[in-house]
Nanobody, 124 residues
Framework: QVQLVESGGGLVQAGGSLRLSCAAS????????MGWFRQAPGKEREFVAA????????KYADSVKGRFTISRDKAKNTVYLQMNSLKPEDTGVYFC?????????????????WGQGTQVTVSS
């Protein structure tokens, strides 16, 4: 099994930056594709970014492309989401997730393991 713990959320002004971290357990961390999702109040959970197990393939939602960057540090068993030029629309609870089967999955149903989430609030 895989255990995921997110951190780094907070309150920022529009145009600011945050870096989220997701610490994963287990020696098999490098075998999993990792993704970031977010959920705003009253809305469905949506895909944000994903990275392959090897860290060489990434995918982004159109709404964040060019502003967000996903990366992973296998030595630290950690996945990051660097968020720049933040907008109020980026506000929500951000979750990291892990999947062993797919390369860069984008659907919530693809992922087997989820973190507890971290709140990101962007003020205008």
């Amino acid at each position: 099994q895989v255990q995921l713990v997110e951190s780094g959320g907070g309150l920022v002004q529009a145009g600011g930056s945050l870096r989220l971290s997701c610490a994963a357990s287990g020696r098999t961390f490098s075998m999993y594709a990792m993704g970031w999702f977010r959920q705003a109040p009253g809305k469905e959970r949506e895909f944000v970014a994903a990275i392959s197990g090897g860290g060489t393939i990434t995918k982004y939602a159109d709404s964040v492309k060019g502003r967000f960057t996903i990366s992973r540090d296998k030595a630290k068993n950690t996945v990051y989401l660097q968020m720049n030029s933040l907008k109020p629309e980026d506000t929500g609870v951000y979750f990291c997730a892990a999947d062993l089967t797919n390369v860069v999955p984008t659907a919530t149903s693809n992922y087997n393991y989820w973190g507890q989430g971290t709140q990101v609030t962007v003020s205008s």
